[in-house]
């Protein structure tokens, strides 16, 4: 009996473990989807030249109270060149 019940937790314990590396990956994607979409809305906010369709200047007013923290999200991403920078081949 023993055993069964063994296998009954172990098998839980990898549910969990399954559910949570679901959940952080759905959290991530979606914090993908939220940047590229204020970075169409308000990269010309930043610099970034997007054209500007009628859809879009009617989306600026729902993001505007979003958009100190959206810039500072965007100015303290790494890129990859920035790492590599630091990386010496001597």
Do not use: C
Not at 43 to 50: K, S
Request: a negative charge.
């Amino acid at each position: 009996m023993r055993f069964i019940e063994f296998f009954a937790k172990m098998r839980k314990t990898i549910d969990n473990i399954n559910k949570q590396f679901l959940s952080q990956n759905y959290l991530l994607t979606a914090k993908q989807y939220e940047n590229v979409t204020e970075t169409v809305i308000l990269g010309a906010f930043i610099g970034i030249p997007v054209t500007s369709t009628y859809y879009t200047l009617q989306l600026i007013p729902y993001f505007v109270n979003d958009l100190e923290a959206w810039k500072r999200h965007q100015m303290m991403e790494k890129d990859i060149f920035e790492e590599l920078s630091r990386v010496h081949l001597d």
